[in-house]
């Protein structure tokens, strides 16, 4: 019976100090593929959560090591289009869409992001144009069709 008992406290020591050692990486900087999968599981968690910024900092180490991950991508782009950065959320759709044309999520969601920054441009044109402009009517008539497209029951 103590042999047993000191065997598995030899066997915990053991295994304590085996997972305390530094995981093996191909490079100095890049995350090996257990911390990769690791990373990537608790990133998901906190995006499910909703805790972008927490996320978005998971998914930016992951992005540097696996920087052909569509997924990290995709979900990089959906942070930063939630955060109001819609030229890094369009980077990260695109950079997706170039490893995989076929992520229609991404065409989809780089599809809205452009058609909010469009909206903008028309809204801010018809703002400041002279209404006796010859361009204010049309300005006018895109930013209410824009937006309308956007948010159809708004409207």
């Known amino acids: 019976m103590k042999k047993s008992k000191l065997m598995i406290v030899l066997m915990s020591v053991f295994l304590v100090a085996c997972n305390t050692l530094p995981q093996q990486s191909s490079a100095p900087g890049e995350m090996s593929v257990g911390e990769y999968k690791l990373k990537l599981e608790l990133a998901d968690e906190h995006y499910s959560l909703k805790e972008y910024e927490k996320a978005l900092t998971l998914y930016r180490q992951i992005n540097r090591s696996f920087p052909k991950d569509t997924h990290v991508l995709f979900r990089m782009g959906n ?29 989809y969601n780089l599809g809205v ?42 409207n």
């Open 79 to 107: 942070i930063y289009a939630h955060n109001a950065k819609p030229k890094y959320a369009i980077e990260a759709y695109e950079a997706s869409l170039k490893l995989d044309k076929n992520l229609t999520k991404s065409w």
């Open 113 to 154: 992001v452009h058609m909010q920054q469009s909206a903008k441009v028309w809204e801010q044109m018809s703002k400041y144009s002279d209404r006796k402009d010859p361009l204010y009517k049309s300005a006018r008539h895109y930013s209410r069709g824009m937006i309308q497209l956007i948010n159809p029951k708004k």
